[in-house]
């Protein structure tokens, strides 16, 4: 069965960006959080001039991306992992899941057919490298996400993004939290949080041996 797991959410995100305020796109449309637009049944344009919490944005995504889901799953039916992180990021790029030739070639049982097709979903060229990245998941089961995602901080005076102020922010908690919030059993990272370095625990530990040798001897 289907699942949005952690991996799936943030491979489908780390093809968008974050942005706390509505923007506008490419093609002059209101958009805030990962790629949300008011189609998706949630207005966007509450949040003109009016960031979010990391928190709100990931909420909100998670739950429209639920809906992209069920039709990626009504379409395709069950999917391995990697193909329905792929088949959804492509679902939530271009809202095709139900048109798109490459998914009927490969209901078809024409994988090879299936595969050069998902590239015809080229324009504008920057989308390439997405499509790249969502076929060679779908049909090698290559993941490219890494748990990161890119925010952008500010807009211009036209609600545009200023490129310059990218930075690369960790969701986990908000993501896992989002996530859990209607999951059983709990959703957990597929990869595990970085350990500390082992002169930091080092340091940790005579500290609190320091601090346990001085209470025994007030």
């Known amino acids: 069965m289907n699942r949005i797991t952690y991996r799936v959410a943030t491979e489908v995100l780390s093809h968008e960006a974050i942005i706390r305020q509505a923007y506008k796109d490419s093609e002059n449309v209101w958009t805030w959080s990962g ?7 949630h207005d966007v344009t509450r949040y003109i001039d009016n960031p979010q919490p990391m928190k709100r944005c990931i909420e909100v ?3 429209v ?6 039709d990626v799953t009504e379409v395709m039916g069950d999917l391995t992992e990697e193909q329905f992180a792929a088949a959804l990021s492509f679902h939530w790029n271009t809202g095709a899941i139900r048109t798109a030739s490459w998914v009927k070639h490969w209901k078809a049982g024409d994988i090879a057919r299936a595969r050069k097709s998902i590239m015809n979903w080229r324009k504008p060229a920057e989308i390439i490298p997405r499509r790249q990245k969502e076929r ?3 049909f090698n089961g290559k993941w490219s996400g890494d748990g990161k995602v890119i ?4 807009l211009t005076s036209r609600h545009t993004p200023v490129w310059g102020s ?3 922010v960790d969701i986990r908690s908000d993501l896992l939290a989002a996530l859990n919030a209607n999951a059983e059993p709990p959703v957990r990272p597929d990869v595990e949080p970085p350990q500390e370095a082992p002169e930091m625990r080092k340091g940790w530990l005579e ?5 346990i040798i001085g209470v025994f001897r007030k």
């Open 151 to 154: 925010e952008y901080t500010r």
């Open 65 to 70: 991306l639920q809906k992209y889901a069920d």
């Open 35 to 41: 790629g949300i637009t008011s189609k998706s049944g």
């Open 136 to 138: 060679d998941l779908f």
């Open 61 to 63: 995504y998670v739950w």
């Open 207 to 211: 500290s609190l041996i320091k601090a």
């Open 166 to 168: 990218a930075k690369r």
